[in-house]
C-alpha cells in the first residue's frame, strides 16, 4: 500500500467516526453531566418530611426522601439524523413536573385534601409554586461551560486526538 493510500483509508476511517460513533459519544457525555448537575441541584435544603422546606419558591426543591434526586434518569441515545444523535433527560415521578413548573391540585370531591402520612389538612386546593430544578441544571451546565467540554472531551477521545 502506498502512503497516499494509507492517507486515505485513515481519513475514510475518521469520517466514519465523525459521523456516527464520535456524535454518539458527545451526547452521552453532555447528558452525563446534565445529570450529575440535575442531581446536584437536587440536593441542597434537606429537610423532614412534613416540615417546611428550607428552600424559598423560586429555588430548587428541599430534599426529603432523595426520590426525585434517583429518579433522575437518561434515555439510551438515538439517532436523530446525519451525524446527529438524541438523547433525553429527566424524571418520571409525577411530581417531578409539579416542582419544575409548580402547581394547584384540587379535591374532587367535597373532602378537604389531606396528607395520609401526617394527616395534615390543606382544605380543598393546595398551590404548589414552582420549584425549578432542571431549567437550573441545564443553565449552569451552559454557562459554566462543563457542558461543551463534556461535549468536546468524548468528541475527540473517540477520534484519538
Same mark, same amino acid.
Given at each position: ?12 476511517? @475518521? ?6 460513533? *464520535? ?16 442531581? =446536584? ?21 428541599? =430534599? ?28 418520571? @415521578? ?10 394547584? @391540585? ?35 451546565? @451552559? ?10 472531551? *468524548?468528541?475527540?477521545?473517540? =477520534?484519538?486526538?
Amino acid at each position: 500500500m502506498n502512503a497516499a493510500q494509507e492517507v486515505a483509508d485513515r481519513l475514510r476511517a @475518521i469520517a466514519a467516526k465523525v459521523e456516527s460513533a *464520535a456524535p454518539k459519544a458527545s451526547v452521552q457525555a453532555l447528558s452525563r453531566a446534565g445529570e450529575t448537575m440535575a442531581k =446536584l441541584t437536587l440536593s441542597t435544603g434537606a429537610h423532614a418530611a412534613g416540615t417546611p422546606t428550607p428552600n424559598p419558591p423560586g429555588g430548587p426543591p428541599g =430534599l426529603i426522601s432523595g426520590a426525585l434526586r434517583r429518579s433522575v434518569a437518561r434515555t439510551p441515545a438515538v439517532p436523530s439524523g446525519p451525524a446527529t444523535w438524541s438523547q433525553a433527560l429527566g424524571s418520571v @415521578i409525577i411530581y417531578a413536573a409539579v416542582q419544575e413548573h409548580g402547581a394547584t @391540585i384540587s379535591s374532587k370531591g367535597t373532602y378537604p385534601l389531606r396528607n395520609a402520612k401526617t394527616g395534615q389538612v390543606f382544605g380543598q386546593s393546595v398551590t404548589i409554586p414552582a420549584r425549578p430544578w432542571m431549567k437550573p441544571a441545564v443553565e449552569r451546565l @451552559i454557562s459554566s461551560g462543563l457542558g461543551q467540554k463534556a461535549a468536546i472531551t *468524548a468528541f475527540e477521545a473517540v =477520534l484519538g486526538l
